[in-house]
C-alpha cells in the first residue's frame, strides 16, 4: 500500500523560507522519479519540480530560482526548499511518484500559507 506523507508547511512571511518534506512508503521509491505539486485556493493541482532517479530536476517557470528539489533515497524522502516565498505560493502542497506508483492516490498535503 502506497503511503506519502507531507509535512514542514506552515504560515511564513512574503519572503521567508520554508523546507517540505515527504516520505514516501509501499513502492521501490529509489526507481521513482518524484514530483512536487501545489492546489492554490480554488484552482486545480498544478505541477511545480521535479527530480529523477538519476538527479537531474526540473521546475516550473512560476518557481525556478527560488524553489529546490531534493531527495534522499536511504530515507525515501523527498524535500523541497523553499526561498523568497510570494502570497501566490500560497497552496496545499504535495508530492507523487512519477508515473504514479497507485493511480489517483495523493496524501494529505500540506498547507503552504505566505502572507504579512
Known amino acids: 500500500q502506497v503511503q506519502l506523507v507531507e509535512s514542514g508547511g506552515g504560515l511564513v512571511q512574503p519572503g521567508g523560507s520554508l523546507r517540505l518534506s515527504c516520505t514516501a512508503s509501499?513502492?521501490?521509491?529509489?526507481?521513482?522519479?518524484m514530483g512536487w505539486y501545489r492546489q492554490p485556493p480554488g484552482r486545480r493541482r498544478e505541477f511545480i519540480a521535479r527530480?529523477?532517479?538519476?538527479?537531474?530536476?526540473l521546475y516550473d517557470v512560476t518557481v525556478k530560482g527560488r524553489f529546490t528539489i531534493s531527495r534522499d533515497d536511504a530515507k525515501k524522502t523527498v524535500f523541497l526548499q523553499m526561498d523568497s516565498l510570494k502570497p501566490e505560493d500560497s497552496a496545499i502542497y504535495y508530492c507523487?511518484?512519477?508515473?504514479?506508483?497507485?493511480?489517483?492516490?495523493w496524501g494529505q498535503g500540506t498547507q503552504v500559507t505566505v502572507s504579512a
Open positions: 527530480i529523477t532517479s538519476g538527479l537531474s530536476t
Open positions: 507523487n511518484g512519477i508515473p504514479e506508483p497507485q493511480s489517483g492516490y
Open positions: 509501499g513502492f521501490n521509491f529509489r526507481d521513482y522519479d
